[in-house]
T-cell receptor, first 115, second 108 residues
């Protein structure tokens, strides 16, 4: 089985712009979760999508949004970018809900730099 | 609230044994997971404990005590390639919550 893929792998944007990141889960997986990782901050949960519905959302401003398509592929969008949004954005997939599955499979991440 | 605590950094010598502790606080709990992440890489799953006790997978073992809200990851026969960050995470039913990570440095 192909693993979780994320595009693009690297991105440079300027403040005020918006960005869309994409994640394709492992075939058959219905849950996609998004995390933000900054140096020394661990993985901060953004949101989880399951069967095209947002199931949970972390403590992030409304500038961060996402969606999931019928094929389970997911996108996240960040509007009005700020310097502090520079981070590695990781998505992870699982067959069931992330909070009830033993294993999450992570993609390689998208490294976003906001100038 | 929900939180996890783990040491930020641990250093050990090649061939030694190292234990990374994790304490958590949550109102709902399904299990404790451990992930490894090398610099520039994606987190990869190591182990999962749903019940109290020790789970062994090769050189790695993970332990859970639900009554103490405590777990640890034990790495034996350390190798240089084990230098990485290790994250504990608990499944709370509604989401997966990660700790801040422990950076393990293995020295020759």
């Amino acid at each position: 089985k192909a693993g979780v893929t994320q595009t693009p792998r690297y991105l440079i944007k300027t403040r005020g712009q918006q960005v869309t990141l994409s994640c394709s889960p492992i075939s058959g997986h219905r849950s996609v979760s998004w995390y933000q990782q900054t140096p020394g901050q661990g993985l901060q949960f953004l949101f989880e999508y399951f069967s095209e519905t947002q199931r949970n959302k972390g403590n992030f401003p409304g500038r961060f949004s996402g969606r999931q398509f019928s094929n389970s592929r997911s996108e996240m969008n960040v509007s009005t970018l700020e310097l502090g949004d520079s981070a590695l954005y990781l998505c992870a997939s699982s067959y069931g809900l992330a909070g009830r599955e033993e294993t999450q499979y992570f993609g390689p991440g998208t490294r976003l730099l906001v100038l | 609230g929900q939180s996890l605590e783990q040491p930020s950094e641990v250093t050990a010598v090649e061939g030694a044994i190292v234990q990374i502790n994790c304490t958590y606080q949550t109102s709902g709990f399904y299990g404790l997971s451990w992930y490894q992440q090398h610099d520039g890489g994606a987190p990869t799953f190591l182990s999962y404990n749903a019940l109290d006790g020790l789970e062994e997978t090769g050189r790695f073992s993970s332990f859970l005590s639900r009554s103490d809200s405590y777990g640890y990851l034990l790495l034996q026969e350390l190798q240089m390639k084990d230098s990485a960050s290790y994250f504990c995470a608990f499944n709370a039913g509604n989401m997966l919550t990660f700790g801040g990570g422990t950076r393990l440095m293995v020295k020759p």
